[in-house]
């Protein structure tokens, strides 16, 4: 079967309430629903044109609603068989860094690997580690319910000035979404 990514630009339009913009974490003049939505239209381009890999975006601007507990379903329904959410940490001292990778169990286990090696290789940011949703700070992940391979990556801290640097230049979004393809196609 081939893949169909879906892309989760974490937080948003209607993320958690009606009517209302969730700007999710925000540090050094930046928000991290912009920022993980510039890295989930990179993807989308970068996918489809690079591998013909189909990819769904939950959001791809700023007005798009977004329940987050509708979107694993509205994945579903378009067909996606792998899912990705972008997330960007943040900590009140700034010399919180690096990437972690969320997954709900053995299931997802190897994709969660797989894109927390592509991020580490792309991004050059300190590897916080693989864990399962229970490490999380949140009791679960809604869009851990996703039926299909499944990860929640917190790309780096908006609030750290070298992580943000290297999660918003190009070439490393490009060396990413590169990796994640070479991923989904030897599925």
């Known amino acids: 079967m081939k893949p169909k990514l879906w892309i989760d630009a974490g937080h948003g339009y209607e993320n958690t309430e009606k009517g209302k913009y969730d700007p999710g974490a925000v540090g050094l003049g930046h928000t991290e629903a912009d920022t993980v939505l510039t890295i989930a239209l990179s993807g989308r381009w970068i996918l489809e044109m690079n591998y013909g890999i189909e990819t769904y975006l939950t959001r791809d601007d700023d007005r798009d609603s977004s329940p987050v507990d ?5 994945a579903l329904a378009a067909g996606c068989n792998f899912g990705i ?3 960007m940490n943040a900590n009140k001292s700034a010399n919180a860094r690096g990437t972690e990778v969320f997954y709900r169990d053995a299931r997802d286990a ?3 690997k797989e894109a927390q090696g592509a991020a580490l290789s792309a991004f050059g940011l300190r590897d916080r580690g693989l864990k399962t ?3 999380s700070q949140h009791p679960t992940l809604a869009v851990l319910n996703f039926g299909p391979p499944m990860c929640l990556l917190e790309l780096g801290f908006i609030t750290n000035k070298q992580d943000l640097k290297r999660v918003l230049e190009r070439d490393r ?7 994640i393809g070479k991923v989904l196609t030897s599925k």
């Not at 979004?173 to 990796?179: D, H, V």
């Open 85 to 87: 959410a972008l997330h």
């Open 110 to 112: 190897d994709w969660a």
């Open 133 to 135: 949703e229970k490490q």
């Open 70 to 74: 509708a979107r694993d379903n509205r």
């Open 173 to 179: 979004r490009i060396a990413f979404w590169n990796a």
